[in-house]
């Protein structure tokens, strides 16, 4: 079994925004707790799910597939999907594959709550 | 057409007994002999009775007849020697009443003649009163038994161990010799069913083959009249019983079992063993005894025919029995000459194959050979000059098993022994050729398929005697390579066009023998030539030509398939060169190696350890990252695709460096059943997110995005991922290749 080095929290900043704090490995092992994270994020009334990478170790391929499964998922509910503190070179990475056209990127969580608060 | 092996046994004679008619003849030579007789006996009673002058003479009259019509044949002694005093006794008894008889009938009814006329009538009396003396005669042979004690001690011994012999060879000899004992024959002949092999084995005098129609007339009268069969009175339209009568066989007995002939018993004209109560005897039961000529021209009693029926009732499920007992002791040993022949023919075939392949900068060369059960004499060769070129041979010898493995074998020294005077595969051929025809069999040849490369620029130079052309593949194209010629060994000075080719950097060549393209399925279609062509063109990026074909040809015998000939397969290709081969290749130097196990989660350590490695070569921090997640990927990758995450296989990392490069490798070991790798090509996100796609299936593409240049390599066993970074900071831009070795 992979290993996992991976924690997400939940935070609910209001009953339409959760934001799930990021810490290490976005990759194949991470599929269960992202699961759980957005399950726990999901609440009726959320329209915006927002991802903190700030405290992101490493992602791989495999966990830029984890993210388009939960982009999925998001669409599916009608909400949106945002992020924040990636490193340049995962921006790097999501420009590359084009996920930053889905999953709208921000510098700060300040930033993309009022992007979040003006959807 | 029936078959019988025939095992006869011939009395050890200065010349067979005549042979006679049955019939008229018979009786006229009977009459001849009685006539001389009396004759001869009423000339001597005479000359005694002048002499003597007594009417006494007239006492060995009868005793004077009795010795001529005998003859030579004296009383069988042995017949006295084994009797009973009793019978004996009334034998004797039996005489002297004979004897009286006749005096008497002479006396009363002669009572004063002399002379000639005493003589004509006594001998007359005799005559007359002969068959009621041999009629008690053969009452007293019957109470006691005497004529068969010996046949009947016999046949007992034989037949108490007849179910526990199973030899067919001592069985049938037993039963001949049981024959010669109780019947004397001048030759005894057994015919039975023979084997594949016995015909085969017909070469012992003792032991000739016979064949005859299975609807011969005498079979079917055999099957119908159980029992012996004198041929001189059966009047059949049968080969087979001229073939018997032109043998002078007398008694046939057909040997039955659960209704089918399994063999025939063949008696010649009997010889005479000294039973002179026996021929008494028989001249009671069938008249034959004044008749007899002479002692080698008897014929066979009733009894004698009757004990035979009763042996051959006996003998004829015994010899069923051994002859499947025997039938399978030779299926065994057949199969295991065959095995062993089977074996002998794959071990010179497998000798005489190449050990190694050459391994040529920028060419991949891959052999496949698999014997068919019965060796069919395929066969490559690698040939490497001391100017880098190499020849490759394919060829296939005609015929199979070790004829055509030494044909091989030939074939061989004659091509190693052929290059070492001259390069030119049209001289090549025609040489082998001259000294091919000289030496191999009749009908035999080889086919065989020459090609001389040079590595450096890919030209080919080649000949072709009667072999199938190599298909050459070009991206989705596949085309022959053409060339014609007669096969080696048919036709010596034959001359072979040399043709000229040159093959580019992703072309190959597939060589190939008729048992790939001969194969049938079930259903007895051919894999043929045009489904070849088709794989060939539609499959370009396969890893592997041989495994893909072998697989196809799996898929299209389907299960079960016994293989009718060898299956030969060589590739050659000119690789894609990569950057390891274009001109930085000798400015590149192995900065560090390293080895990953396949766990999830080392790609993290590679990507370490690539950071490690990288730090002296200054790439800018953005893509020194890009190289440690490329790494990330190539390493992920290998675990799970090429190792399938089995911890005992390895990811091998290799950093190489120039002045304006970093190259870094990460080969899997593979399972030898993985499949290529390709370029994706760009991910469509779109797709992913409407679900028509699976989410996963970035890491190739990413890797491409990351680095300069990206090349991925498949060979037979594994797949290596090599990436380029330029030093000077420059990405040229997007340049993937994909090959495979």
Partial sequence: MPQTNIRMDVRAIDPIISIIDIQGDVSAAAEQVLTDAYAQANAPTTRVIILNFNGLAYMNSSGIGLLVTLLVRVKRQKQHLLAYGLSEHYRHIFEITRLSDAILLYGSEQDVLAAARAL | ?741
Wanted: charged share 20%; with cysteine.
């Fill in chain 2, 1 to 741: 057409m029936v078959t019988f092996q025939v095992v006869s046994r011939t009395a050890q004679l200065t010349a067979p007994p005549k042979k006679r008619s049955r019939r008229f003849p018979r009786k006229l030579f009977l009459v001849t002999h009685v006539v001389t007789s009396m004759g001869i006996s009423a000339l001597l009673f005479v000359a005694i009775l002048n002499i003597t002058r007594s009417d006494y003479a007239f006492i060995l009259l009868p005793v004077l007849l009795s010795v001529f019509i005998n003859g030579s044949r004296p009383y069988n002694l042995d017949i006295f020697r084994s009797s009973t005093p009793l019978y004996l006794l009334l034998t004797v008894c039996l005489g002297v009443i004979y004897y009286s008889v006749v005096t008497e009938f002479v006396l009363l009814t002669h009572p004063a003649s002399v002379g000639i006329i005493y003589v004509t009538v006594a001998l007359a009396w005799a005559i007359i009163l002969e068959p009621v003396r041999a009629y008690f005669q053969s009452i007293i042979e019957r109470r006691f038994n005497v004529r068969n004690r010996e046949a009947i001690k016999a046949v007992a011994a034989f037949t108490s161990t007849l179910r526990e012999e199973i030899d067919l060879d001592q069985l049938r000899e037993r039963f001949l010799t049981v024959i010669q004992q109780i019947m004397h024959p001048y030759s005894v002949s057994i015919w039975v069913r023979a084997t594949v092999q016995q015909q085969e084995q017909s070469d012992s005098p003792e032991r000739s083959v016979i064949a005859i129609a299975s609807d011969d007339a005498l079979i079917a009268y055999a099957l119908s009249h159980p029992g012996a069969a004198e041929i001189d009175r059966l009047q059949l339209d049968s080969p087979l019983l001229q073939d018997l009568k032109a043998r002078a066989v007398e008694i046939a007995f057909p040997l039955t079992s659960q209704g089918e002939v399994i063999g025939l018993l063949a008696l010649g004209p009997r010889l005479d063993s000294n039973h002179g109560v026996f021929r008494l005897l028989r001249y009671g039961v069938i008249g034959l005894l004044l008749l007899g000529p002479a002692l080698n021209e008897e014929e066979y009693a009733y009894e004698d025919l009757a004990l035979l029926n009763s042996l051959a009732a006996q003998v004829a499920p015994a010899l069923r029995v051994a002859q499947m007992v025997q039938e399978e002791q030779q299926q065994v040993r057949e199969r295991e000459r065959i095995e062993q022949e089977l074996r002998t023919a794959q071990a010179i075939q497998l000798a005489f194959l190449p050990k190694d392949v050459p391994v040529l900068p920028g060419w991949q060369i891959a052999p496949y050979y698999h014997p068919a059960r019965e060796v069919g004499g395929d066969f490559y060769d690698f040939l490497v000059f001391a100017d880098g070129r190499l020849g490759l041979v394919i060829g296939d010898v005609t015929g199979k098993g070790i004829p055509a493995a030494l044909v091989m074998a030939t074939v061989h020294t004659m091509l190693r022994t052929a290059v070492l005077e001259m390069a030119s595969p049209g001289a090549v051929l025609a040489r082998v050729n001259d000294l091919l025809s000289a030496e191999i069999p009749t009908g035999m040849f080889v086919t065989c398929f020459y090609v001389l490369l040079d590595p450096k620029n890919g030209r080919l130079w080649y000949a072709n005697a009667g072999h199938e052309p190599p298909f050459r593949q070009r991206g989705g194209n596949a085309s022959e390579l053409w060339a014609t010629g007669m096969p080696l060994g048919m036709m010596p000075g034959t001359r072979y066009d040399e043709y000229e080719a040159a093959l580019a950097p992703g072309e190959s060549l597939l060589f190939y023998s008729d048992g790939l393209v001969e194969a049938h399925n079930a259903q007895h279609e051919m894999f043929g030539f045009p489904r070849l062509q088709a794989l060939l063109a539609g499959n370009a990026n396969v890893a592997s030509h041989i495994d893909f074909l072998l697989a196809e040809l799996k898929d299209f015998t389907g299960a079960g398939w016994e293989q009718e000939d060898d299956v030969t397969l060589v590739t050659l290709q000119r690789i894609l060169e990569s950057y390891r081969m274009n001109e930085q290749q000798e400015k590149l130097h192995l900065l560090r190696e390293s080895t990953v196990a396949s766990v999830s989660g080392n790609e993290q350590q590679a990507m370490e350890w690539m950071a490690e490695v990288a730090r002296p070569l200054h790439l800018s921090h953005e893509r020194l990252d890009d190289l440690k997640t490329a790494v990330s990927e190539a390493v992920m990758n290998a675990i799970e695709h090429g190792n399938h995450y089995a911890s005992d296989k390895e990811v091998v990392l290799q950093v190489l460096a120039s002045d304006t490069a970093v190259v870094v490798r990460v080969r899997d070991q593979g399972d030898g059943k993985q499949r290529p790798i390709f370029d994706p090509g760009t991910p469509d996100l779109e797709a992913k997110l409407a679900g028509r796609e699976a989410s996963r299936g970035w890491g190739l593409f990413l890797i491409k995005k990351l680095v300069d240049e990206l090349y991925i390599i498949n060979d037979e066993h594994s797949h290596t991922i090599e990436m380029v970074m330029h030093r000077d900071g420059v990405n040229t831009g997007e340049h993937t290749s994909t090959q495979e070795e």
